[in-house]
């Protein structure tokens, strides 16, 4: 087994912290816990404390098309022409919107995905691949689709198509380069050509999935120049690179602080310059569904949208097998976005705490459901401590992680400690970002991840609560086991 415990320094980890907080707040990122909000509110009655915690936890919330057997969209239906169903059970509609106004619009649209390959881990992402398979299942059928990436210079992954197979089997194929991040050179050369595909008065509109992170960041005001000269739309996606967490504390902080904000603003002008609209933050990493929902509400406007309250909030994605039935002979649904709002929120406020440099901010100790990487937690006879304390060891399962060049595993975890009282107040917290490297020969061997810590306490029982989180994919482990801490033995 690999030991995979954290050696960077408590300088270094300060720096980490700082900078992912820069960053977040650059793209608008409101990370605050939600139980932070509810205490500095006066006090409420039973009633109106339950009704915001219903709306935001159990809500689930799905989009989607209706088409004709000619293939037309359908966009008259009402409310009671819908019956909804969660695992086989009937779930009420608690609210309805039908699709917006639609004009009489045909015109061909040139839609280009524009992803940053250089070191992003964005298109091996299973999440965004079945945002991807809605977003093309409810495209107009004048559309045609390309697929581009780029590190250093712009690649063709598949060039515009109005097959849409193939067009998702090129999203979903995009690998990751080496190479620089070229975010406006790369735009320039796509938006030349699409101009070079496309006839007057056709539409022209680009997605851009990117860290933002181009040292040519200047170059913006003639990359926007250029998309509004050939009537381009750009919609930005900014994703947070896994190299962004491990930069050396060396040099002027504040210099390094001020050009990350300044290439964060950069990207989003890309969007705001050009029409589009830019999405940076949880929304964008968490909710990848949802932004694709919006775009594509934008460019189409086709989208009805229902709402349902759930009896199971932290069911897996693969836990809830959704049915929508139409009442209406002689049309289907197609391309459900879906949205669940409680996953999104306890994620968001575990991820918070991880980047948060106040130790103080509260948490909280819902009982989240998360078992997206497999790992095991094992307690630890304490040997030699001079202070009480709980030792611990974490086994994280290699054969669901995705595999690098050369067949091995390269990935990082941040890690939470949580230690509660029994009255379920804090009393400690451990916070760590660490890397895991395991070759083709280690995984062929069977050996595993292996973390080893501890996390100080004074003697008493509790409850801790460990939240594992993988930095490139946000996929979350949340495991909880009583625990007592025993005095140290003279």
């Known amino acids: 087994m690999r030991d995979s415990t954290h050696s960077a320094s408590a300088a270094s980890r300060l720096w980490l912290l700082i900078l992912l907080l820069t960053a977040f707040r650059v793209v608008g990122l409101q990370a605050q816990d939600s139980s932070e909000e509810q205490q500095s509110k006066p006090p409420a009655t039973e009633e109106t404390q339950l009704e915001p915690i219903r709306v935001k936890v159990n809500l689930v919330t799905l989009r989607f098309t209706i088409r004709d057997e000619a293939g037309k969209f359908v966009n008259d239906l009402r409310a009671d022409d819908f019956q909804v169903s969660e695992n086989g059970q009937d779930k009420e509609i608690s609210f309805f919107e039908e699709p917006r106004e639609q004009t009489s619009d045909s015109r061909p649209l040139w839609l280009a995905f524009l992803l940053d390959v250089s070191g992003s881990t964005f298109a091996t992402r299973a999440e965004e691949i079945l945002a991807a398979q809605s977003f093309f299942d409810n495209v107009h059928r004048f559309t045609r689709v390309g697929i581009f990436g780029f590190t250093d210079k712009l690649m063709t992954f598949q060039d515009f198509t109005s097959n849409r197979g193939e067009a998702l089997k090129a999203f979903s194929a995009a690998r990751a380069h080496l190479g620089k991040t070229a975010i406006y050179g790369s735009a320039d050369a796509l938006i030349s050509e699409m101009a070079r595909h496309a006839s007057p008065g056709d539409r022209k509109a680009i997605i851009l999935v990117s860290d933002g992170m181009d040292d040519a960041y200047q170059r913006v005001s003639s990359a926007v120049a250029l998309a509004r000269e050939h009537k381009t739309t750009i919609y930005t996606v900014w994703v947070p690179s896994a190299a962004q967490l491990y930069l050396s504390p060396t040099g002027d902080q504040a210099s390094a602080e001020r050009e990350t904000a300044a290439k964060q603003q950069a990207f989003a002008r890309l969007?705001?310059?050009?029409?589009?609209?830019?999405?940076?933050?949880?929304?964008?990493?968490?909710?990848?569904?949802?932004?694709?929902?919006?775009?594509?509400?934008?460019?189409?406007?086709?989208?009805?949208?229902?709402?349902?309250?759930?009896d199971e909030p932290y069911l897996e994605r693969d836990e809830r097998r959704i049915?929508?039935?139409?009442?209406?002979?002689?049309?289907?649904?197609h391309g459900i976005f879906e949205k669940a709002p409680d996953r999104v929120e306890a994620k968001r406020r575990y991820i918070a705490a991880l980047f948060d440099t106040d130790p103080t901010t509260t948490i909280g100790s819902r009982n989240e459901r998360?078992?997206?990487?497999?790992?095991?937690?094992?307690?630890?006879?304490?040997?030699?401590?001079?202070?009480?304390?709980?030792?611990?060891?974490?086994?994280?399962?290699?054969?669901?992680?995705?595999?690098?060049?050369?067949?091995?595993?390269?990935?990082?975890f941040g890690l939470i400690g949580l230690l509660m009282d029994l009255n379920g107040k804090e009393v400690a917290r451990l916070r760590e970002v660490f890397r895991a490297h395991l070759s083709a020969?280690?995984?062929?061997?069977?050996?595993?991840?292996?973390?080893?810590?501890?996390?100080?306490?004074?003697?008493?029982?509790?409850?801790?609560?460990?939240v594992l989180l993988e930095i490139p994919t946000w996929r979350m482990t949340v495991l909880e086991q009583p625990v007592r801490i025993q005095p140290v033995r003279n």
């Open 271 to 310: 969007a705001t310059g050009t029409g589009g609209k830019h999405y940076g933050g949880f929304e964008s990493i968490l909710d990848f569904d949802n932004v694709l929902a919006e775009i594509n509400d934008e460019l189409f406007g086709n989208l009805y949208s229902i709402g349902y309250y759930t």
């Open 323 to 333: 049915s929508i039935r139409v009442r209406r002979e002689g049309v289907s649904v």
């Open 370 to 412: 998360f078992r997206e990487i497999p790992a095991d937690l094992d307690l630890l006879r304490p040997r030699g401590e001079t202070e009480p304390s709980l030792p611990f060891r974490l086994k994280v399962g290699s054969f669901s992680l995705a595999r690098g060049e050369g067949g091995g595993v390269h990935t990082q």
């Open 441 to 466: 020969s280690d995984l062929k061997d069977g050996r595993s991840i292996i973390y080893n810590n501890r996390i100080i306490a004074p003697p008493g029982n509790y409850l801790f609560k460990v």
